[in-house]
Nanobody, 122 residues
């Protein structure tokens, strides 16, 4: 009954910016922490960042800290990932999911979306 849909993935040049969206349906009053993960070809799923329900605190992987920013609009049941100064190594399928407490492990999250492809050219 819970569904998440990621969108906004595009082909973008190195140094460019992109904003991803993750819309959730089926739980209009959820107060879960929302996280972003990514998975490149041949690699395991990697933590990108997460944000609390009230958006008073967020955490990021060292590889994206200072370049990526997570925000959310709870009235729209949507979380965003603003990506700036993109690098080729950011190329991956990006996923969103929820957890009860702030966490960095994919195993702590549930109700994953199908992902959206981000490709950064050199």
């Amino acid at each position: 009954q819970v569904q998440r849909v990621e969108s906004g993935g595009q082909l973008v040049q190195s140094g460019g910016s992109l904003r991803l969206s993750c819309a959730t349906s089926g739980r209009p009053f959820t107060r879960d922490v929302m996280g972003w993960f990514r998975q490149a070809l041949g690699k395991e799923r990697e933590f990108v960042g997460a944000i609390t329900w009230s958006a008073d605190f967020s955490i990021y992987a060292d590889s994206v800290k200072g370049r990526f920013t997570i925000s959310r609009d709870n009235a729209k049941n949507t979380v965003y990932l603003q990506m700036n100064r993109l690098k080729p190594e950011d190329t991956a399928v990006y996923y969103c999911a929820a957890t009860r407490r702030l966490a960095r492990s994919a195993g702590d999250y549930d109700y994953w979306g199908q992902g959206t492809q981000v490709t950064v050219s050199s």
